[in-house]
């Protein structure tokens, strides 16, 4: 009889100790932390990475091949464009975009990555290494 109560109450313990399965585990403080720090994805590209953007501020007031125009939803570059199909936020100040390209009697889709260095005043291209600045 003892045997039975207690595996009844190892049991019952075991059950009350496991969380619902429907139930996402809490956030510890490292996470939250980390979660505060990306920026808002819910409305396409992140503000801070917006504007027109060459490799040179000499390169800004022209056309030409290392030109980049960011807005929410889109990407313009020299010789094509497109819309962004997705946005997910890798870092407080680096984003990976999903874009549907079409240009030069293509259409491909492409993947980049870019994080904003010294200040929010230039732009690096993670998978090119290309970087560019902040025109304005």
Known sequence: MRTMIG???????????????????????AQQQASA???????????????????TQKDCGK?????????AYELHFYESSGQVTSVKAT????????VALSGEGSLSQRTFRYRLIE??????????????????
């Open 7 to 29: 595996l009844a109450a190892a049991l019952c313990l075991a059950a009350c100790s496991e969380r619902p399965p429907d139930r996402p585990a809490a956030k510890g403080p």
């Open 37 to 55: 720090n990306l920026p808002d994805v819910s409305g396409g590209i992140p503000a801070s990475f917006h504007g027109r953007w060459a490799a």
């Open 63 to 71: 056309a030409g091949e290392t030109g980049l125009d960011i807005a």
């Open 91 to 98: 870092g407080p100040d680096e984003i990976h975009i999903v």
């Open 119 to 136: 200040g929010g005043s230039a732009l690096f291209d993670v998978r090119s290494g290309l970087q560019r600045q902040r025109c304005g």
